[in-house]
């Protein structure tokens, strides 16, 4: 084999094996997943983070209870409508939020915060939540789930034609109603 040939190869497996170690090194314990939901001219959508419970306790351990919670890992998720929203009795206007949660043991505060942050915690591990930028925040009731969800999961429901954004943990589901506001009352 000619020396050119030697070196084109040995450069190809340095190139492989860099790319390799790279994906090795950039694989996320909490993968990004993005949940979008559209109906007639409601479009929404979800980015978040999906942290898994590995036997770990999740709701006052992991997750601090009567606590802000960046709903999810890595970086803030965020919430996306382009109209308006009802959400329990406060409007939401069309745009781009981050969700927080307070978990507690009956109920979620849920909050829609105008501001997008860098990452979803500081160095301390504090989230970079500003409670100045809340634009909404309403309580849910916890419904206890008979099966354990082992990755955090958001998603939207509208099975029965009333539409909720789910969130999912360990033994804990909780559903924010939301109704889009018609043109006309906007």
């Known amino acids: 084999m000619n020396s050119f040939l030697k070196r084109l190869l040995l450069f ?3 190139i492989a094996l860099g790319l390799f170690v790279y994906s090795i090194l950039n694989q996320r314990a909490s993968p990004k997943d993005t949940v979008k939901f559209e109906l007639n001219d409601l479009k929404l959508k979800v980015v978040y983070n999906r942290p898994s419970k590995k036997g770990r306790e999740i709701f006052g351990g992991l997750v601090p209870l009567n606590q802000v919670w960046r709903t999810g890992a890595n970086e803030a998720t965020t919430f996306e409508t382009n109209i308006p929203l009802e959400i329990g009795n406060a409007s939401l206007p069309a745009g781009k939020y981050t969700l927080w949660t307070v978990p ?7 909050i829609f915060n105008s501001k997008q942050y860098p990452w979803g915690v500081d160095p301390e591990m504090k989230p970079y939540w500003d409670p100045n930028y809340d634009v909404v925040d309403l309580e849910v009731p916890v419904e206890e789930l008979d099966k354990t969800v082992e990755q955090f999961t958001i998603s939207f429901d509208n ?12 033994d804990v589901k909780v559903e924010v109603p939301m109704e889009a506001i018609p043109e006309e009352n906007q």
Not at 104 to 110: H, I, L, N, R
Not at 159 to 170: E, R
């Open 159 to 170: 099975s029965v034609g009333d539409l909720a954004l789910t969130m999912a943990w360990d």
């Open 104 to 110: 507690k043991d009956s109920v979620w505060k849920v």
């Open 12 to 14: 190809l497996l340095i």
